[in-house]
């Protein structure tokens, strides 16, 4: 975030937390912020640290050093203050089989604290707004894997928090299950803070307008998602006659302006990519320079935007954990 903070529009702040468990540092020295309002993609490879962040931002425990605050108030002096502001969805959620949906959510409204008399209309609210109203009467033994996803988004969603995290919430849906759950949160986004931890670009880069970035507990990158994408370096895609390809990846090679280039198939034709470092301000006319100047023919010329992966690993290295790449099917 640039600028000076305020913090009174900051919904998460962390400043240089830290998080072990015995020798392992699961969180290492973190810090970034969250404003009011956002759905916040928080991005990271299995094992980068996302799931001990997210039960410290839920008030579960505190960081063994530095602040960590919430809606302003601070998880280590005060996690049920955090508590109370939070709803949270873990990866696995522990439902009641053999309660009805209703049945559950007031359960879990009572847990939140609502007066009894409130609890009525917020079971309305809550089964309206996860399009449960059909499926209130039914055993949640009985319900699809969407649904009871659904399910559980409700009883995170009852208490009526600021904060909404959802951990991995489409992990073990199908296609069609997951296209119905973002299409859910979009319709949930702007009234309350969201936070979604996932290690699944695509379906972040679909949902969300803040991202912050981590890998080995540490962080990447934060900002606005308009933010973030400005920060990849260029990529172009580039076809030189078949002469001519050892000369121009030598070419390549000797240009400080070019980080890296790599043969890629598209549309079954080999092409070269070719990354451009971020202060590379024409890459087009660059490489069209660099071609003539070599006496090298160029018959594709077609530069692309980075993605939210090729960003993640300019900034952390191609082997900081294990990603998991959603096929278009999966996140269309």
Known sequence: ?????????????????????????????????????????????????????????????????????????????????????????????????????????NFRAGLTGLPSESVPSALDRTLDAC???????????????????RVGLASALVGD?????????????????????RGLLSQLAGERTVLLSSHLMAEVDSSC???VMIAGGRLVASGSREEILGQGASVVHVRVADGDRVRFEDACRDEPLIEATTSVEHSSRQVLEVRCTAGCAEPLAMIGALASHHEITLHELRESSSSLEDIFLQHAGANDGDWAIASPEEVS
């Open 161 to 181: 928090p600021a904060l909404l995290i959802l951990d991995e919430p489409t992990v073990g849906l199908d296609p069609v299950q997951q296209r119905a759950f």
């Open 209 to 211: 307008d803040w991202l």
């Open 131 to 149: 399009g449960l109203g059909d499926v209130r009467r039914r055993l949640v033994s009985s319900l699809s894997r969407g649904y009871r996803q």
């Open 1 to 105: 975030m640039k600028g000076p903070v305020d913090h009174v529009t900051l919904m998460i702040e962390a400043s240089n937390i830290t998080r072990s468990y015995g020798t392992l540092k699961a969180v290492d020295g973190l810090s970034f912020q969250v404003p009011k309002g956002a759905v916040c993609g928080f991005l990271g490879p299995n094992g980068a640290g996302k799931s001990t962040t997210i039960r410290m931002i839920a008030g579960l425990f505190a960081p063994d050093s530095g602040q960590l605050t919430v809606g302003g108030v601070d998880v280590s002096h005060d996690p049920l203050g955090v508590r109370a502001q939070v709803g949270y969805l873990p990866e696995s959620t522990a439902l009641y089989p053999e309660l009805r949906v209703e049945e559950y959510l």
